[in-house]
């Protein structure tokens, strides 16, 4: 049985992975997981491919054993893999709980670390992963402080595990979506911090482009011009100078 997994397939970018990948290749079944079952069980009447919706709370380390022993059960060939899980939270360190970030660090860390490990065991050449991360990998950001830094390290992960993988023939890609409408920001954004957006790109280019990025050979994609000016400008100027340059855009304070 060829199967694709997709987290976060709830909605937004995971969402959209579901219909863009059953759309260009063939799939016995999809496994789609998210924590809203009913959201998951929505997708049988969106897309023409066999869905099992699969619940599971991926902060939780529980939830990747049970994934595990799901593969060991069924012996699936993973053709693809996406881990599109993450939330981010748009304040200052101090003034979110504290818990919120072990969640965050969980999600955006542990979970794509833990599912592709038990994933990888059930690929073959040819098989793909997608990981979501965000050009806020690409440098520190003020007020967005540690959900940049869980994408920083899940662009680095992403990236070596290309190189690793090279020679089994399987490809690892991370997504680096900017500004992105997506239900991300129904949770990021709690009150007037983060209120300047360059941008807001369609998830559904973001997703071609990672789709198409795919075949060419690269470990990172980027869509969009102002995306790209930005990954590249945030590789030649002083991280000082970003995070000022951020915290004047946002009218926000440099804290004392």
């Known amino acids: ?9 709830s909605s937004g970018m995971g969402r959209e992975f579901v219909k863009q990948l059953t759309d260009k290749f063939d799939f016995d079944e999809v496994w789609v997981v998210a ?10 009447d969106e897309v023409k491919v066999n869905i099992r919706p699969i619940s599971l709370d991926l902060i939780k380390t529980q939830s ?3 994934f595990g022993r799901m593969l060991e059960k069924e012996q699936p060939e993973i ?45 073959k050449p040819g098989s793909r992963i997608w990981n979501i991360c965000s050009v806020a990998a690409f440098q520190p950001v003020p007020y967005i402080n540690v959900y940049g830094a869980t994408k920083a390290f899940a662009l680095s992960f992403t990236r ?13 890609l991370a997504v680096c979506p900017y500004w992105t409408k997506t239900e991300f920001f129904d949770r990021a954004v709690t009150d ?11 998830p559904r280019k973001v997703v071609e482009r990672a789709v198409s990025d795919m075949d060419k050979r690269k470990d990172v994609s ?24 951020f915290l004047k855009q946002q009218k926000l304070p440099k804290r004392k």
């Open 1 to 9: 049985m060829k199967i694709a997994v997709i987290t976060g397939a």
């Open 35 to 44: 924590r809203r079952l009913e959201r998951l069980e929505a997708l049988k």
């Open 64 to 66: 990747i054993e049970e």
């Open 79 to 123: 053709a693809a893999l996406v881990n599109a899980s993450g939330f981010g939270l748009f304040k200052a360190f101090d003034e979110a709980p504290l818990d919120s970030y072990y969640e965050m660090i969980a999600l955006n860390d542990s979970a794509v670390v833990g599912m592709t490990y038990k994933a990888l065991p059930y690929m």
């Open 160 to 172: 070596a595990l290309n190189a690793e993988l090279k020679p089994r023939g399987i490809k690892a």
């Open 192 to 202: 007037s911090t983060i209120s300047r957006y360059e941008c807001m790109y369609d």
């Open 222 to 245: 980027i869509y969009g011009k102002e995306a790209r000016m930005n990954a590249f400008l945030t590789k030649l100027l002083p991280h000082r100078f970003v995070m000022n340059f």
